[in-house]
C-alpha cells in the first residue's frame, strides 16, 4: 500500500456519489461546520487520508448531533448500515458481531452520511489482521506540561525508534499531544509488537522519570508525560492521519515533516478549513518515503545473540 503521493498543482476535488441527508446538520457549530462541510473535505484530502483509512478494521466516533450531541465509539457494524461501508470478520471471531471498513472514497463518504467524526483505525490491515503495519506511540502530556517538551519527547522517541532500526514519523492528534509512528513490515504478530512498544516506553519513563510515565494508573501523571503504548495491542486503535476530531475548532490529526515540528505548531493547528491549503501549497508529502521505510521488528536480543 502506497502512501498518498503530492497532489498534482491543483487536483479536482473527487466526486460525490452517496447522497447525504441533512447535509446542513450543524457538526462542528461554533466552526459553521456541517455534515456537508465534512464531506467537501473528505472529498479534498481523499489521496492523502485513503491509505490510513481504507483496507484496515476501523473504530468511528459517531456524532449524529454533532460534536455537542451524544457520541459513541463504535467497533461494530450496526443495523442498516450504508451499502458503501464494508463488513470485515474478523478471523480470531468469525462469530462475532462484524467490524468495520471501507474500500473506497464512496465507502468514506458512508462514513460522513453516518455522522462518523473521527475514523480510528488498526495498525494492521485486514489483508493480515495478526501482523501490525505501524506502531502508534501516543504522547499524552499531564496537566501543566509545556509544549516544547512535547516536542521533545516525539524527537526522543524517534531517536529510541531509529536505534532499533525503525523509521519514525510524526503527527499532531488534533488534541493535546503528538503520536510518533513507525511503519512495520508486517512480520511481528500483535504480542511481540506490543512487547517491544512496552519495553520502548517502559525505558523512556526509566532513563527520564522526571518527564516521562509509561503507565496510566499512575496518579504520578501531572506535570510528565505518558508515553502510551496502548494503542499497540489487537483491536486497539489511533485516529487516522487526516482524520477530523470532534472537538472545538474542527482540528485534524495532521502529519508533520520533522523540520516542521516546533514550539510554533501545536496539537490543533491544522483543523479541517486550513489542511486542504496545506496539501494544496505542500511540495510534497510530509510522510514521503513512509512504506518504503518500512522495516521488520527485530528479533529480541536474546534470541538474536543465541542465534548468532
Ligand atoms: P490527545 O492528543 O488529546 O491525547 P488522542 O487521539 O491521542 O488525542 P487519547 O485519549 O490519547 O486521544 O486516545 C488514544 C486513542 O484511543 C484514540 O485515538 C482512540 O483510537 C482510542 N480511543 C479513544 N476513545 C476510546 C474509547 N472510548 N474506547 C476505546 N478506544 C478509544
Ligand atoms: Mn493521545
Ligand atoms: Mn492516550
Redesign the pocket.
Known amino acids: 500500500r502506497e502512501t498518498a503521493k503530492p497532489a498534482a498543482k491543483h487536483p479536482a476535488p473527487q466526486r460525490r456519489r452517496v447522497r447525504l441527508t441533512h447535509p446542513d446538520r450543524l457538526y462542528w457549530p461554533e466552526e459553521g461546520v456541517t455534515k456537508e462541510g465534512l464531506a467537501d473535505y473528505h472529498a479534498e484530502v481523499w489521496r492523502w487520508i485513503a491509505p490510513w483509512i481504507t483496507g484496515r478494521p476501523l ?1 468511528l466516533l459517531r456524532c449524529p448531533n454533532g460534536i455537542d450531541g451524544e457520541r459513541f ?1 463504535q467497533k461494530h457494524a450496526w443495523k442498516g448500515l450504508n451499502p458503501h461501508i464494508s463488513l470485515l470478520r474478523d478471523p480470531k471471531e468469525p462469530q462475532g458481531e462484524p467490524l468495520i471498513g471501507i474500500e473506497d472514497l464512496d465507502g468514506l463518504m458512508g462514513l460522513v452520511q453516518s455522522a462518523a467524526l473521527e475514523i ?1 483505525p488498526w495498525g494492521a490491515t485486514a489483508a493480515d489482521w495478526e501482523r501490525p503495519d505501524m506502531i502508534t506511540m ?1 504522547l ?1 502530556p499531564g496537566e501543566g506540561v509545556a509544549w516544547p517538551l512535547v516536542v521533545e519527547a516525539a524527537r526522543e522517541l524517534r531517536r529510541r525508534l531509529e536505534d532499533h532500526g525503525l523509521a519514525g514519523f510524526v503527527k499532531t ?5 503528538l ?1 510518533v509512528v513507525a511503519p512495520l513490515r508486517p512480520q511481528a504478530e500483535w504480542p511481540a509488537v506490543k512487547a517491544f512498544t512496552k519495553a520502548l516506553a517502559d525505558a523512556m519513563a526509566a532513563d527520564d522519570p522526571g518527564r516521562y510515565v509509561s503507565t496510566i494508573s499512575k496518579a504520578r501523571r501531572r506535570g510528565r508525560i505518558l508515553i ?1 503504548y496502548l ?1 499497540n495491542q489487537r483491536g ?4 487516522a492521519a487526516y482524520s477530523t476530531r470532534a472537538r472545538p475548532g474542527a482540528a485534524v490529526s495532521a502529519p508533520l515533516r520533522w523540520d516542521e515540528l516546533d514550539a510554533g505548531i501545536g ?1 490543533a493547528w491544522f483543523t479541517l478549513q486550513n489542511m486542504p491549503t496545506r496539501l494544496a501549497t505542500l511540495g510534497s508529502d510530509p510522510w514521503d518515503g513512509f512504506r518504503a521505510a518500512a522495516a521488520p521488528l527485530e528479533a529480541p536480543r536474546s534470541r538474536r545473540r543465541k542465534a548468532g
Request: proline letters at 6%; aromatic letters at 6%; a negative charge.
Open positions: 473504530a465509539f480510528h501516543d499524552d492528534s488534533g488534541g493535546k499531544g503520536h502510551d494503542r486497539a486503535t489511533a485516529v496539537p
